[in-house]
Structure formats: structure tokens, C-alpha cells
T-cell receptor
Framework: DTGVSQDPRHKITKRGQNVTFRCDPISEHNRLYWYRQTLGQGPEFLTYFQNEAQLEKSRLLSDRFSAERPKGSFSTLEIQRTEQGDSAMYLC???????????FGPGTRLLVL | GENVEQHPSTLSVQEGDSAVIKCTYSDSASNYFPWYKQELGKRPQLIIDIRSNVGEKKDQRIAVTLNKTAKHFSLHITETQPEDSAVYFCAAPKDGGATNKLIFGTGTLLAVQP
């Protein structure tokens, strides 16, 4: 499968715990995006990388959220001290610079109890 | 920044009928408008997109039209089939498209009745 992959697909955690998600983009894509999707809503932009540089963070991304893309390939999204309001689907997408099309991964569904 | 509104939120049609979903955007500098289809529990998949230098684009049973003056674009599905049932999202680039960050509409749940 040469598409965008995400791991894990599902995560259940208790409030206050830390969680980390991984995204592997399409191999030649140098842009990587994180979105959050709650039930009945469209994806909301969180942050994006061009190669290893994190170029923008949404105001939705509180200090408890951090994302990295250390080698310009895979990315991780960490949520510290999770809250019930963090429960959502976390989607990753990638694109090639100069091309608009974003390809989405299957998402990681997070449930915070 | 961009704001995208999408209507209707739900749409039920009989198999074989046409379906139309409409979106409006606020940033006149936006230049790229994709439509994604998301089946239950699956990833959003791009089904068609249009750039601001054209007014219409077709791909078999799917078409998208763009009215830059009115700042709205629409998805048209003809001869609907049960497998077209899904949630459809329109999107537009934040900040006029400079970095391709997308702002999504709230989605339309399309139900095609056999």
C-alpha cells in the first residue's frame, strides 16, 4: 500500500494520559498535514510541515499538542494530559509541493474516558 | 481567512436521480476547490476538484461548477447509485491557497434510496 498510513487506528485512553500518533506520508510527498475531525463535522486544520519544518499551527492546537517531523518523512502528533474534549478522529494528509491535491490517511480515532 | 459554508446537511434521493450540493466561500483569492467523499469509518477521498481558471469540470457522472463572482461552487452527481451514499465535503484553501491548508465545509450526508 503506497498511500498515507497512520498508526494506531484506534486509541482508548484515560483522561490525563499522554498519547502519540504516527503518520507515514506518501514517500515522495514533502508536505504533511494534521487535521482533527469530530462527529458530524468536516476536518479541521491543526498544523502542517514542509519537509521537516513546521510552518503553521492552528489556534486549535493548544500547548498540550505537539507535532514533529524530524527527518522530513514520518510525523508524530503527541497530546499530553488528554481531556475528554480531545476525543476525535485525527487525520493526516500529504501532498507534493506545487500540487494542490491532499491525500488522506485512514485516521486515528481517539477516545478519552 | 477563509470560511466555507455547505448546504444541504442531508440529502436523500432516489436511485437514478441527480444530486446537487452547494458551497460558498469568503476569500476571493481562493483558487482551488476540492470535493471529498467519506464513507462511514473511512478516509476522505478526493473525487473531483476545480481551479479558479475554469468554470466547470466533469468526470463521468460527477461535475463541479464554479462561480467566482458569487463565490460559490457546486457538486453535481447524475444517475445516482446506492454506492454514492456517503458524506461529501467541499473545501477551499486557507489564506487564498498559498500553502494549500484546507478549510472544509460541514459536510452533506447523501443517501441514495434503491
Amino acid at each position: 500500500d503506497t498511500g498515507v498510513s497512520q498508526d494506531p487506528r484506534h486509541k482508548i485512553t484515560k483522561r490525563g494520559q499522554n498519547v502519540t500518533f504516527r503518520c507515514d506520508p506518501i514517500s515522495e510527498h514533502n508536505r504533511l498535514y494534521w487535521y482533527r475531525q469530530t462527529l458530524g463535522q468536516g476536518p479541521e486544520f491543526l498544523t502542517y510541515f514542509q519537509n521537516e519544518a513546521q510552518l503553521e499551527k492552528s489556534r486549535l492546537l493548544s500547548d498540550r499538542f505537539s507535532a514533529e517531523r524530524p527527518k522530513g518523512s514520518f510525523s508524530t502528533l503527541e497530546i499530553q494530559r488528554t481531556e475528554q474534549g480531545d476525543s476525535a478522529m485525527y487525520l493526516c494528509a500529504s501532498s507534493l509541493q506545487g500540487q494542490e491535491t491532499q491525500y488522506f490517511g485512514p485516521g486515528t480515532r481517539l477516545l478519552v474516558l | 481567512g477563509e470560511n466555507v459554508e455547505q448546504h444541504p446537511s442531508t440529502l436523500s434521493v432516489q436511485e437514478g436521480d441527480s444530486a446537487v450540493i452547494k458551497c460558498t466561500y469568503s476569500d476571493s483569492a481562493s483558487n482551488y476547490f476540492p470535493w471529498y467523499k467519506q464513507e462511514l469509518g473511512k478516509r476522505p477521498q478526493l473525487i473531483i476538484d476545480i481551479r479558479s481558471n475554469v468554470g466547470e469540470k466533469k468526470d463521468q457522472r460527477i461535475a463541479v461548477t464554479l462561480n467566482k463572482t458569487a463565490k460559490h461552487f457546486s457538486l453535481h452527481i447524475t444517475e445516482t447509485q446506492p454506492e454514492d451514499s456517503a458524506v461529501y465535503f467541499c473545501a477551499a484553501p486557507k489564506d487564498g491557497g498559498a500553502t494549500n491548508k484546507l478549510i472544509f465545509g460541514t459536510g452533506t450526508l447523501l443517501a441514495v434510496q434503491p
